[in-house]
């Protein structure tokens, strides 16, 4: 037994034939002691690096979950609600599968009562862009048709023989005019014949401003003489009574 190790561990071989050539049966139970003390050795140091990179990597693996959980506590402070929620359902590395299961859940619970509050506030903002266009083209509308009426009205004023197009137009209350569905102005003409019956005056031909006489009086005229025919004493005294000095 003794030849079969020492051959597997590379050393002389004990040969009782040839005994004091080789080693004696206490040199190789000595050598094989040592040879297993020293793998014994090596062995315990391998375990015990082996034990100590083990322990090393658990150490780490602690301080990295310590500084996630650290990290992850300084991001919930102050935060409530939804948020808060969020941030600790945060996939870490650390977790196991049921942890991240569960944590999955209720992120996917949160999204879908956010998307329909979404949708919610998607559908009430285009309803009030609706009613807001709806406004704005109606006022655009009703702004057209009060031109066209007005338009229609100064036309029609004219073409009854208004003098005055826009005193007249004052005159009528268009509030009852619309226009038809055909686009044409209806109910201006009974608002025409009114007035123009009502207010007579302001239509037909045009009246004539009456001119002043700038003739001289026929008292004045009797008094109006030729100068040139006039002596010389004579002028004096008609200058004088006209107040002329000279």
Known sequence: MHNSIMRYLGMPVYDTANEGKGVTAAEVAKIVADALAAQKATDKKEADEAAAATAAKAAKEKKDADAAAAAKAAKLKGKEGEEAEELADEIDPS???STRTAKLRRSQARYRVKAKKLEEELAAARAETDMKLSAALEKERT?????LIRAEAKAALREAGAHSVDDALRLLDLSSVKIGDNGEVEGLAPLIAGVSKDKAWLFGSEPT????STSIPRKQADTVKDVMSLSASDYERDLAELGVRR
């Open 95 to 97: 977790d196991d599968e």
């Open 143 to 147: 702004t057209n048709n009060e031109r």
């Open 209 to 212: 401003t009456a001119v002043r």
